[in-house]
């Protein structure tokens, strides 16, 4: 069974940072781009970040530029997204997918539950 676990959301105050992880299992996504996306209530899903098979080429979104990096542990079947210098327009539940190295997430096979990331003093 192919799965997406993400973890790492939570409660955060602006200025802040929080690393979340996606741990992915059931097949060998060694080889598959990731990405990241999230949804904010009453907004269509949207792209985030997305990271090559070998980690060595990255896309971010421009909201996202020079606040969020993603990353891929040694196994290669899980990603990271380091976000600092949140913002309370960063607070959305963030989806993990494997599959595409695309920014539409109709070009994804596989995603995770989401987790919530709340900006907020």
């Known amino acids: 069974q192919v799965q997406l676990v993400e973890s790492g959301g939570g409660l955060v105050q602006p200025g802040g940072s929080l690393r979340l992880s996606c741990v992915a299992s059931?097949?060998?996504?060694?080889?598959?781009?990731m990405g990241w996306f999230r949804q904010s209530p009453g907004k269509e899903r949207e792209f985030v970040a997305v990271?090559?098979?070998?980690?060595?080429?990255?896309y971010y979104a421009d909201s996202v530029k020079g606040r969020f990096t993603i990353s891929r542990g040694n196994g290669r079947n899980t990603v990271y997204l380091d976000m600092n210098s949140l913002k309370p327009e960063d607070t959305a539940v963030y989806y993990c997918?494997?599959?595409?190295?695309?920014?539409?997430?109709?070009?994804?096979?596989?995603w995770g539950q989401g987790t919530q990331v709340t900006v907020s003093s």
């Open positions: 997918a494997a599959g595409s190295s695309s920014s539409y997430q109709s070009a994804y096979n596989y």
């Open positions: 059931g097949r060998t996504f060694s080889n598959y781009p």
């Open positions: 990271i090559s098979w070998s980690g060595g080429t990255t």
